[in-house]
Antibody
């Protein structure tokens, strides 16, 4: 059974850093692209970053966020630096159905990141 | 980036009704279009991928169609558990989502 479980959310001051983790099981991490998708309170879904054959970032986070994965631990990460109030959101990790096509067939439960002083 | 425009932004319907939600892409995405359902406090759930393929376990009252720039999600015979927010998403390039359609009980 595929499972995705996010960790690491919390309250952080503007300009601070946070590292999110997504523990995966039930599939081979290297065989599937993975993404982070966020949702600000009361708003829609916003794609943040993908790691597949390459790494991609949304313009809003490029240069501040870094996606990575540890295949030995079956874990996906998102290092978030220089955080801003507008980064406040629930962050979901999501699995690609295949290696390269961004069809998100499984999602984690989400972890809330709040950027506030 | 490819922009995805969903309509309507909200919709009221009754149990048993048939409803349709549309999604328009800012450029040709062939059939690289997916639909998700999200309930309050929950993660999104994949319903339809490749414009018209039903994800495993999703009831057959959900169907999708379209190609190019115009797509539709249709729900036949609405059930109480279908009242939720629906999002389209293109997978032709780096993913982008529509702004969502909130389906409410009339």
């Amino acid at each position: 059974e595929v499972q995705l479980v996010e960790f690491g959310g919390g309250l952080v001051q503007p300009g601070g850093s946070l590292r999110l983790s997504c523990a995966t099981s039930g599939f081979t991490l290297t065989n599937h692209g993975m993404s982070w998708v966020r949702q600000a309170p009361g708003k829609g879904l916003e794609w943040v970053s993908t790691i597949s054959d390459k790494i991609y970032y949304a313009d809003s986070v490029r240069g501040r966020f870094t996606i990575s994965r540890d295949t030995s631990k079956n874990t996906l990460f998102l290092q978030m630096n220089s955080l801003r109030a507008e980064d406040t959101a629930v962050y979901y990790c999501a699995k690609y159905q295949s290696a390269l096509t961004s069809i998100f067939d499984y999602w984690g439960q989400g972890t809330l990141v709040t950027v506030s002083s | 980036d490819i922009q995805m425009t969903q309509s309507p932004s909200s919709l009221s319907a009754s149990v048993g009704d048939r409803v349709a939600i549309t999604c328009r892409a800012s450029q040709n995405i062939i059939t690289f279009l997916n639909w998700y359902q999200q309930k309050p406090g929950r993660a999104p759930k994949l319903l339809i991928y490749g414009a018209s393929s039903l994800q495993s376990g999703v009831p057959s009252r959900f169907s999708g169609g379209g190609s190019g720039t115009d797509f539709t999600l249709t729900i036949n015979s609405l059930q109480p558990e279908d009242f939720a927010t629906y999002y389209c998403q293109q997978s032709y390039t780096v993913p982008t989502f529509g702004r969502g359609t909130k389906l409410e009980i009339k």
